[in-house]
């Protein structure tokens, strides 16, 4: 597995002091308050878990599981969101947790998914963003890292299922996906 990376861009360390300080902020922005943390499966799985760790409010946890890319690198712009929402979201403190925005696509329409439930308030916090892909206009309000416009893997983001569970982001030589 480890052949197959080309440059490790963000690592463990780095990934885990910087999770650490989104907690401390979600504690100070919603202080007093509970939450409900809607995880985006399946590339979410990693950073929702130790994010969750660091957040000391009362918190719900649920997963959404939406897919648009198939085995390809490439969004096949359409976003399936699987069973819908078998839980309570009216009037409540929600913050959803995505791995990567990328074009966008994938989290603009699961917050208006979300958002058509009356939430009390609706956030977005990804772990990755790459600004340069966007196709639709939407930000997170919690961002981990600015990626650059590459292809990444690990820590819990794939390519045809594999990587996720490496404990870094990283780029993968480019013979892996040609
Ligand atoms: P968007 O709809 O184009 O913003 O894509 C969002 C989804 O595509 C993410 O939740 C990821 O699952 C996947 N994705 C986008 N970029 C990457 C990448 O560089 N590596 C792995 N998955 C990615
Ligand atoms: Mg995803």
Partial sequence: MKNDIKDI????????????????QINRDYAGKSLL?????????????????????ECEIRF??????????????????????????KGK????????????ITLTALRAFVAKHKPASLKVCTMLDKPERRQL??????TGFECPN????????DYAERYRNLPYVASLKPEIYS
């Fill in 37 to 57: 943390l809607i995880g985006v499966l399946k590339g979410c799985f990693i950073f929702l878990a130790d994010l969750a760790r660091h957040i000391e409010l």
């Fill in 9 to 24: 861009l963000f690592s463990e360390e780095v990934i885990q002091e910087r999770i650490k300080e989104l907690g401390d």
């Fill in 93 to 104: 403190d929600v913050i959803i947790i995505e791995d990567i925005l990328d074009s966008g």
């Fill in 150 to 157: 590459e292809f990444v893997v690990g820590y819990g983001l």
């Fill in 64 to 89: 959404l599981t939406a897919s648009s890319y198939g085995f390809s690198s490439v969004s096949s712009g359409k976003v399936n969101i699987d069973g819908g929402i078998d839980f309570d979201v």
């Fill in 137 to 142: 206009p939407i930000t997170a309000d919690y």
